[in-house]
């Protein structure tokens, strides 16, 4: 088992320049339902690779019944093991728990509250390296539209054109 990276290393793989497509939310594609569960939908996972190397999975979900509940992740593969979940944002569903904030402001995180997950390395011990743990309320979204904005502009992806991150985009309507 590989040695669970600490939080200057997420931060790092965080802020790495990822190019993708101008064209970002065409490039995504458009949401299908699952095989295991129709009342989820989900776009099919891409592969970004950073100017660095290395390889982050990026993908997205959003439930069929209720268009406020979705995520959008990133995990990076590791060169000798499993995969790490490094980023995860969240619209609306039930109440998130900060385990190890017990006695702290930021343990609960009402239902209906969009949020974003992020790595944390103790968080990280805790769980095994299986889950992010951590979360922390946003008013930076509100739609699966803008949490994609909000994804591509706050962990690192660039015009893979320019290596420049994207100043302002247009969703296409099916975003909206």
């Known amino acids: 088992m590989q040695a669970i990276p600490s939080d200057a290393q997420i931060s790092v793989w965080l802020n790495e320049h990822k190019p993708i497509p101008n064209d970002y939310a065409k490039w995504i594609g458009m949401l299908v339902p699952t095989l295991k569960d129709a009342r989820q939908l989900q776009y099919k996972p891409k592969v970004v690779k950073s100017v660095d190397g290395n390889s982050f999975l990026i993908y997205l979900r959003q439930n069929a019944l209720d268009a406020n509940n979705f995520s959008i992740g990133m995990n990076?593969?590791?060169?000798?093991?499993?995969?790490?979940?490094?980023?995860?944002?969240?619209?609306?569903?039930?109440?998130?728990?900060?385990?190890?904030?017990?006695?702290?402001?930021?343990?609960?995180?009402?239902?209906?509250?969009?949020?974003?997950?992020?790595?944390?390395?103790?968080?990280?011990?805790?769980?095994?390296?299986?889950?992010?743990?951590?979360?922390?309320?946003?008013?930076?979204?509100?739609?699966?539209?803008?949490?994609?904005?909000?994804?591509?502009?706050?962990?690192?992806?660039?015009?893979?054109?320019?290596?420049?991150?994207?100043?302002?985009?247009?969703?296409?309507?099916?975003?909206?």
């Open 76 to 176: 990076i593969f590791r060169k000798r093991g499993n995969s790490i979940a490094l980023v995860r944002c969240n619209g609306w569903h039930d109440e998130h728990r900060n385990h190890l904030e017990r006695k702290r402001p930021d343990y609960k995180i009402p239902e209906n509250t969009c949020h974003v997950h992020v790595a944390k390395q103790r968080y990280l011990q805790f769980t095994g390296s299986k889950q992010i743990g951590y979360a922390t309320p946003t008013n930076a979204y509100n739609s699966l539209g803008s949490a994609l904005h909000y994804f591509v502009r706050e962990f690192g992806f660039v015009s893979a054109n320019t290596l420049k991150p994207f100043e302002k985009y247009t969703l296409p309507l099916h975003w909206s």
